[in-house]
């Protein structure tokens, strides 16, 4: 299955989010390649729990999107590109709105 990402606020899951490529989307995936191949020069998602939660708070998320920006020149075309796409918005959408992003693994 790999990482899946939710967005909360107080305490909620998000449900609906615009997805950069149009449409909604509810939570980000498929980007685990590049998590693993990269921890050790990532910052924040260097440190996630591959097999538990992890979760990130808005004060974050410019360091979590330093990290996305820096995986987007690694990725391939197709679901992987697209998970990170996704994930950037929901860090956008988190400083936004005062929640966490919430990282579940396997």
Avoid: N
């Avoid at 679901?79 to 918005?89: A, P, T």
């Amino acid at each position: 299955m790999g990482i899946q990402v939710e967005l909360r606020v107080a305490g909620e899951q998000i449900q609906r989010l615009p997805d950069p490529a149009g449409g909604f989307f509810d939570a980000a995936g498929d980007f685990d390649r590049l998590v693993f191949h990269e921890s050790s020069t990532l910052g924040l998602l260097g440190r996630l729990d591959l097999h538990g939660e992890t979760r990130f708070g808005a004060s974050q998320m410019q360091k979590l999107i330093a990290d996305v920006e820096l995986l987007l020149t690694l990725a391939k075309v197709g679901v992987e590109y697209r998970g990170l796409m996704r994930l950037r918005s929901m860090a956008e959408h988190c400083a936004e709105q005062h929640g966490e992003l919430v990282f579940i693994g396997d």
